[in-house]
T-cell receptor, first 117, second 114 residues
Framework: GAVVSQHPSWVICKSGTSVKIECRSLDFQATTMFWYRQFPKQSLMLMATSNEGSKATYEQGVEKDKFLINHASLTLSTLTVTSAHPEDSSFYIC?????????????FGPGTRLTVT | SQKIEQNSEALNIQEGKTATLTCNYT??????LQWYRQDPGRGPVFLLLIRENEKEKRKERLKVTFDTTLKQSLFHITASQPADSATYLCALDVKGGSQGNLIFGKGTKLSVKP
């Protein structure tokens, strides 16, 4: 099956610094990747849709200047959390979309645990 | 607004029994519905997809039903095993969304006791 990787798997940073998270589709090309955030015991919340070669589409309430998304190739999307604060501590998960059998299936990365101190 | 609910936060069953998880949605007519498994600290893993014109789909010990009149999907795990213990998420495609936008339920945490 399709494999999506994320790096790093966990990161601890100080308040005010920036953190970059990478998402790669390893065995297929993904024109669209998604970034989610998940707080403990909560559902995955879509943050933004990342399209290769164009600007990301952000969900309502998600600051595009704080969460910078770059989708420079068909296999790589990056999320940069700028000027991170403790409330940004969360589990960030990316997914890549592949069209299969008449519908889009999403394949998720293993997630990145961000802790801001 | 589109709303999706998994009405059990947790479900505890005995090994060998059938686990049944429920997913309800409102204000929406999805083209398809998906079920995922999520283990602690991990990303979701795709299990099954069922389309609006399908009533039932099976995969090994898994069975999913989709009732568009009731706006409900049931997810069954037969002959459950402790290894099936995880959180199970249902997800709907977002109407008008591009290339697979999904909205997720909060999940049901299944615990299978030996």
């Amino acid at each position: 099956g399709a494999v999506v990787s994320q790096h790093p798997s966990w990161v601890i940073c100080k308040s005010g610094t920036s953190v970059k998270i990478e998402c790669r589709s390893l065995d297929f090309q993904a024109t669209t990747m998604f970034w989610y955030r998940q707080f403990p015991k909560q559902s995955l919340m879509l943050m933004a849709t990342s399209n290769e070669g164009s600007k990301a589409t952000y969900e309502q309430g998600v600051e595009k200047d704080k969460f910078l998304i770059n989708h420079a190739s068909l296999t790589l999307s990056t999320l940069t959390v700028t000027s991170a604060h403790p409330e940004d501590s969360s589990f960030y998960i990316c997914s890549a979309s592949d069209f299969w059998g008449g519908s889009y299936e999403q394949y998720f990365g293993p997630g990145t645990r961000l802790t801001v101190t | 607004s589109q709303k999706i609910e998994q009405n059990s936060e947790a479900l505890n069953i005995q090994e060998g029994k059938t686990a049944t998880l429920t997913c309800n949605y409102t204000n929406y007519s999805p083209a398809y519905l998906q079920w995922y498994r999520q283990d602690p600290g991990r990303g979701p893993v795709f299990l099954l997809l069922i389309r609006e014109n399908e009533k039932e789909k099976r995969k090994e010990r898994l069975k999913v039903t989709f009732d568009t009149t009731l706006k409900q999907s049931l997810f069954h795990i037969t002959a459950s095993q402790p290894a099936d213990s995880a959180t199970y998420l249902c997800a709907l495609d977002v109407k008008g969304g591009s290339q697979g936008n999904l909205i997720f339920g909060k999940g049901t945490k299944l615990s299978v006791k030996p």
